[in-house]
C-alpha cells in the first residue's frame, strides 16, 4: 500500500486538514484494507485520466467532460457496481462519483476505465469539502445517495451524512428542478431522511413521502442481501423548485 501512496501521494489525504489538528464529525471512518493486483494496476493506468485531484477551485465540469451534458455528483459509491452501470446505461448524463474507502474507488476506476467510459471521473475526497470549494452553487443536476452508512447506534446518529447542513448545501449547488436521490434499507434513516430534507426551503418532495424506485437504479449485492432478510427498501427523491 505504502508503494502506491508513494508513487501517487494525492492518494493518502481524503480531506482538508492539517496534521495535528481536531477532526471535525465525519460521517466516514477509514479502514485500511490490502487492493488486489487489478486495483493497484487501475490506478496506475487510469488515475490520469479519470480522477480529479482535491483543490480549492471551482470545477469547469464542460472542460472536465468535454461537453455541456448535464452532471451528476454520486456521494460514496461503495464498491461502484451500481454507479459503472448507471453511467455505462445513461450515457447523456457526466457523473462526478466522490468515496473516501480506496478498495472502492480502486474497484470502480478499474471498471471505469477498462471500458474506456469518458462521461464520469473519480475523487477521493471529503463530500462536504468538495462541494463547498469544487463545486459552483446551481450547476448540478442531481446527486445519488445509495445505502449510506445507516450508523445505527444513537450515539452515532450525528455521523449520518444525511443532515441538514449537507442538505442545504446540495441544495446550493442544484440547478432548478435538480433532484436529490436517496436510498435506504435503514427504515428508521429514511424518516430521518424525509424529515430532513423537508426542512430545507427549496426542496420538494413530489411523492409527499417515499418514492417509487427508479428502473434505471440497479439491484446491488448489498441491497440483494436486505431483501433476503426482508429489509424495506426505502427511496427519497427531492427536487429543487
Same mark, same amino acid.
Given at each position: 500500500?505504502?508503494?502506491?501512496?508513494?508513487?501517487?501521494?494525492?492518494?493518502?489525504?481524503?480531506?482538508?486538514?492539517?496534521?495535528?489538528?481536531?477532526?471535525?464529525?465525519?460521517?466516514?471512518?477509514?479502514?485500511?484494507?490490502?487492493?488486489?493486483?487489478?486495483?493497484?494496476?487501475?490506478?496506475?493506468?487510469?488515475?490520469?485520466?479519470?480522477?480529479?485531484?482535491?483543490?480549492?477551485?471551482?470545477?469547469?465540469?464542460?472542460?472536465?467532460?468535454?461537453?455541456?451534458?448535464?452532471?451528476?455528483?454520486?456521494?460514496?459509491?461503495?464498491?461502484?457496481?451500481?454507479?459503472?452501470?448507471?453511467?455505462?446505461?445513461?450515457?447523456?448524463?457526466?457523473?462526478?462519483?466522490?468515496?473516501?474507502?480506496?478498495?472502492?474507488?480502486? *474497484?470502480?476506476?478499474?471498471?471505469?476505465?477498462?471500458?474506456?467510459?469518458?462521461?464520469?471521473?473519480?475523487?477521493?475526497?471529503?463530500?462536504?469539502?468538495?462541494?463547498?470549494?469544487?463545486?459552483?452553487?446551481?450547476?448540478?443536476?442531481?446527486?445519488?445517495?445509495?445505502?449510506?452508512?445507516?450508523?445505527?447506534?444513537?450515539?452515532?446518529?450525528?455521523?449520518?451524512?444525511?443532515?441538514?447542513?449537507?442538505?442545504?448545501?446540495?441544495?446550493?449547488?442544484? *440547478?432548478?428542478?435538480?433532484?436529490?436521490?436517496?436510498?435506504?434499507?435503514?427504515?428508521?434513516?429514511?424518516?430521518?431522511?424525509?424529515?430532513?430534507?423537508?426542512?430545507?426551503?427549496?426542496?420538494?418532495?413530489?411523492?409527499?413521502?417515499?418514492?417509487?424506485?427508479?428502473?434505471?437504479?440497479?439491484?446491488?449485492?448489498?441491497?440483494? *442481501?436486505?431483501?433476503?432478510?426482508?429489509?424495506?427498501?426505502?427511496?427519497?427523491?427531492?427536487?429543487?423548485?
Amino acid at each position: 500500500m505504502d508503494t502506491i501512496f508513494d508513487e501517487i501521494p494525492s492518494l493518502a489525504k481524503v480531506e482538508d486538514r492539517e496534521f495535528g489538528t481536531p477532526r471535525k464529525v465525519k460521517s466516514f471512518v477509514l479502514r485500511s484494507s490490502g487492493l488486489k493486483p487489478f486495483q493497484l494496476e487501475a490506478l496506475r493506468l487510469y488515475y490520469s485520466s479519470h480522477v480529479v485531484e482535491f483543490q480549492k477551485e471551482i470545477l469547469d465540469f464542460k472542460a472536465l467532460f468535454g461537453n455541456e451534458n448535464p452532471v451528476i455528483i454520486e456521494i460514496g459509491f461503495g464498491m461502484g457496481t451500481s454507479s459503472h452501470r448507471i453511467a455505462k446505461d445513461r450515457n447523456e448524463y457526466n457523473y462526478l462519483g466522490l468515496e473516501v474507502f480506496l478498495s472502492g474507488f480502486a *474497484k470502480l476506476l478499474s471498471l471505469v476505465g477498462n471500458d474506456g467510459l469518458s462521461n464520469i471521473r473519480l475523487m477521493r475526497f471529503d463530500a462536504v469539502e468538495v462541494l463547498t470549494h469544487m463545486v459552483a452553487d446551481s450547476s448540478v443536476a442531481g446527486f445519488h445517495i445509495f445505502f449510506p452508512d445507516p450508523w445505527p447506534k444513537k450515539k452515532h446518529h450525528k455521523r449520518r451524512l444525511i443532515q441538514e447542513p449537507l442538505a442545504n448545501l446540495m441544495a446550493s449547488k442544484l *440547478k432548478k428542478g435538480g433532484y436529490i436521490y436517496s436510498v435506504t434499507d435503514w427504515e428508521e434513516y429514511a424518516y430521518q431522511m424525509l424529515d430532513v430534507f423537508a426542512k430545507v426551503p427549496s426542496l420538494t418532495n413530489p411523492f409527499g413521502g417515499f418514492a417509487p424506485p427508479k428502473a434505471w437504479r440497479p439491484t446491488t449485492s448489498f441491497e440483494q *442481501k436486505g431483501l433476503e432478510q426482508e429489509f424495506p427498501i426505502n427511496e427519497v427523491w427531492v427536487e429543487k423548485q
